[in-house]
């Protein structure tokens, strides 16, 4: 079965600057998918970056972006210029090729301070 | 598009009650999904289907049942509620690409508390 771990349950940022969310996870499968989703204090899933395992270009969507690592199982992700409707939970998930769950770790509470 | 809108926002059920979660989706999304969120942790699937008429266990699916009898619709069904059951719920609706399953896509969510 695959995990996923995000060690950081808390962290904080000030406005404008630069802050990176850490992420592993336990796979024996080659193909994957890895996603970053964003819960505000709305309770909304919103997904905002995805990765496909077999792609060694690093996934880019504005102001985020993702180191992959495949060999360490790492997937981090950065968020650059943190604005304040940043804040929110954020939560790295796993999901092999042929499947259709996804795995979540359980998440990093991020805060930005203006 | 509307995307998926899930019924009631919120609801308070007492202990041995039953009642109906609600999920449509109008993306016509072959496979849809429920997870449950208990506080401080990330979501775990509950049932999940592949298309109209096929559905599947996931990970915790005790207390819990489902149909899908349209493509836009997958409800989830508690029989008998208990303390256990109180959690956030979310519908998920994701589609069949030429590179296999895509991105899962969520409903608003429904906060139940079984007292």
């Known amino acids: 079965a695959q995990t996923v771990t995000q060690s950081q349950p808390e962290m904080s940022v000030q406005e404008a600057e630069t802050v990176t969310l850490s992420c592993t996870y336990d796979?024996?499968?080659?193909?994957?998918?890895l996603f970053w989703y964003k819960q505000p204090p709305s309770r909304q899933m919103i997904l905002v970056i995805r990765?496909?395992?077999?792609?060694?270009q690093n996934a880019t969507e504005n102001r985020f972006s993702v180191n992959f690592q495949k060999a360490a199982k790492s997937f981090s992700l950065k968020i650059s210029d943190s604005q304040l409707g940043d804040t929110a939970m954020y939560f790295c998930a796993f999901m092999g090729a042929g499947s259709y769950q996804l795995t979540f770790g359980k998440g990093t509470k991020l805060s930005v301070i203006p | 598009n509307a995307g998926v809108t899930q019924t009631p926002k919120f609801r308070i059920l007492k202990i041995g009650q039953s009642m109906t979660l609600q999920c449509t989706q109008d993306m016509n999304h072959n496979y849809m999904y429920w997870y449950r969120q208990d506080p401080g942790m990330g979501l775990k699937l509950i049932y999940y289907?592949?298309?109209?008429?096929?559905?599947d266990k996931g990970e915790v699916p005790n207390g819990y049942n489902v149909s899908r009898s349209t493509t836009e619709d997958f409800p989830l069904r508690l029989e008998l509620a208990a303390p256990s059951q109180t959690s956030v719920y979310f519908c998920?609706?994701?589609?069949?690409?030429?590179?296999?399953?895509?991105?899962?896509?969520f409903g608003p969510g429904t906060r139940l508390l079984v007292l």
């Open positions: 796979t024996s499968e080659n193909n994957y998918y």
């Open positions: 998920a609706s994701s589609r069949l690409g030429t590179g296999g399953v895509e991105t899962q896509y």
């Open positions: 289907s592949v298309g109209a008429g096929i559905t």
């Open positions: 990765q496909e395992a077999y792609k060694q």
